[in-house]
């Protein structure tokens, strides 16, 4: 599968953006979708994933409450908003998908099959 994200750019604290992440190629509902963060220097992070048909969502603590993840599958597209925005949320965001997710593997990057080429986003202070 294809994936292609876009949504990022560059707010203040405080604001918000909408990252989307369009997937072309394959079934894009056979796939569970995440969300992952990386700045230079250290390691992908884990932001926040959405099973197959959107029934259950997980979440970095950091995020919890400022995010939420969705998806449309007949869209073939998932998203990513993003409230109360803050500068530590600086970073390139990159979607990815998997297969055969269980729970204790979604907050790892190497769980995941494909992944998109990352979309810039940057919070000032």
């Known amino acids: 599968v294809q994936l292609q994200a876009f949504g990022g750019g560059l707010v203040q604290a405080g604001g918000s953006l909408r990252l989307s992440c369009a997937a072309s190629?394959?079934?894009?509902?056979?796939?569970?979708m995440g969300w992952f963060r990386q700045v230079p220097g250290k390691e992908r992070e884990f932001v926040a994933a959405?099973?197959?048909?959107?029934?259950?969502?997980y979440y970095l603590d950091s995020v919890k409450g400022r995010f939420a993840i969705s998806r449309d599958n007949a869209k073939n597209t998932v998203y990513l908003q993003m409230n109360s925005l803050k500068p530590e949320d600086t970073a390139v965001y990159h979607c990815?998908?998997?297969?055969?997710?269980?729970?204790?593997?979604?907050?790892?990057?190497?769980?995941?099959?494909?992944w998109g080429q990352g979309t810039q986003v940057t919070v000032s202070s």
């Open positions: 990815a998908a998997g297969s055969g997710l269980i729970i204790s593997s979604y907050g790892r990057a190497a769980s995941y099959d494909y």
């Open positions: 190629g394959r079934t894009f509902s056979a796939y569970d």
């Open positions: 959405i099973r197959r048909y959107g029934s259950t969502t």
